[in-house]
């Protein structure tokens, strides 16, 4: 059975509301590093977190538009990491005392206008938004990729998409460490939680990671499995421009053209 055609690439409304928002992520994060010294600013859980969320929509956008073959890498890499930024943010706040200097980011002119437009609960919708309009495009790259994977690689990518949350805090809480260097070659100025250069830390819970990686790598596999699992056969004219789907329902097989 022939359906009616299915647009995967960017309408005029989608283009410009898509652009708007990786304008309003990107001032979100220029926001977050621009209140304070940059060794500092660049480290904070919510300024790397913002990183992964801006670059992936950056990508996601040039790519479905303008250079196809990275569209892949970023659904299937850099999407659970994306993803697992944002509920980061949304289970354990954003991180206001970076170092122990006297910058007031909950009173810097800029933050706090952004703050109050462009918060985690507004990135998850915003994010979740953009899944949906595009769930299309994504669900046929997600199946291309599974029927080219075996059953272990399948399974490995699953343990990848739940560890994001956690490597995430990882590169967070070595980021101190990783920054002597450039903050103080000498190694001195500790800060109160003993780290170089001046950081402290606001511990993350064992409990609030467990509850990011179950949340983040659950939903993102179960997202990923709805939107690709009824697919049979995808052949491309112009790749991620035209080509034709065929998919099950019950007894039925239906094809559409996806342009």
């Known amino acids: 059975m022939r359906t009616e055609s299915v647009k995967i690439t960017y309408s005029r409304w989608l283009f410009y509301t898509h652009l708007c928002i990786i304008v309003a992520v990107c001032a979100r994060y220029i926001a977050s590093v621009t209140t304070g010294p940059a060794v500092h600013t660049l480290g904070t859980l919510t300024s790397l977190c913002l990183l992964l969320v801006s670059s992936y929509h950056i990508v996601f956008f040039v790519s479905l538009n303008y250079r196809p073959v990275w569209f892949e890498?970023?659904?299937?890499l850099h999407s659970p990491f994306a993803w697992a930024a944002i509920w980061l943010l949304v289970f354990h706040g954003e991180d206001r005392t970076p170092l122990s200097t006297a910058y007031d980011y909950d009173h810097h002119p800029l933050r706090r206008f952004v703050d109050r437009r462009v918060g985690p609960v507004v990135l998850l919708a915003m994010h979740v938004f953009v899944w949906y309009m595009r769930r299309t495009v994504i669900g046929v790259t997600v199946f291309e990729r599974k029927t080219r994977a075996s059953l272990l690689s399948y399974?490995?990518?699953?343990?990848?998409?739940?560890l994001a949350a956690p490597l995430i805090v990882f590169v967070w809480s070595i980021?101190?460490?990783?920054?002597?260097g450039w903050h103080s070659p000498s190694g001195r100025?500790?800060?109160?939680a003993g780290l170089p250069g001046g950081f402290d830390r606001v511990a993350i819970s064992r409990s609030r990671l467990i509850a990011t990686?179950?949340?983040?790598?659950g939903t993102h596999v179960l997202w990923y499995s709805f939107i690709s699992y009824a697919y049979e056969l995808v052949v491309w004219k112009v790749y991620l421009r035209e080509g034709f789907a065929t998919w099950i329902v019950g007894d039925v097989t239906v094809c559409t053209k996806l342009h």
């Open 73 to 76: 890498p970023t659904v299937v």
């Open 213 to 217: 990686m179950l949340v983040s790598g």
């Open 175 to 180: 980021y101190p460490y990783a920054s002597v």
């Open 155 to 162: 399974r490995c990518y699953r343990v990848y998409t739940a």
């Open 189 to 192: 100025g500790l800060g109160a």
